[in-house]
């Protein structure tokens, strides 16, 4: 009996621990009114954007946890961008990012804003460009 309470007990641990993700991940949350198809974070230093980090669309309010431990130490500042179903970009550069953030991302008009919220839960908000991809020439 002993040994099937242990095991239990064991199990439960476990899941709790991948219930919480990684520890080393940041939470991106969908505040447009549309669907966002690809989300980019890319080190200042990146002259392009990675592959997308989502692999599922994103509803609107909906969120995603994003595993930044492979970003940690390469930069204290990122871009961050989001292409939504209207292939609306939402560009954002030089944020400043650490694990634990929760970044939120909304716009007003031509304006793109990221809203990011640390672990010891300061807020503060940066501003970037809405823009049309089928509307910028080669």
Known sequence: MKKLALLLL???LVLALCAC???EDVVFRNDL?????SVYISPISDEEWSDPLNYAILNVGSS???DFEKFSGDSAYYDVAAVDENN???DIYDV???IGDTLAMSADGE???LTVTSADGSTNTYEGYAYNADDVED
Request: net charge neutral.
């Open 10 to 12: 064991a199990l439960t």
């Open 21 to 23: 993700g990684s520890g």
């Open 88 to 90: 609306m970009n939402y």
């Open 96 to 98: 400043p990012l650490s």
């Open 111 to 113: 304006t793109a804003i």
């Open 64 to 66: 995603i946890h994003i």
């Open 33 to 37: 009114d549309s669907k966002i198809h």
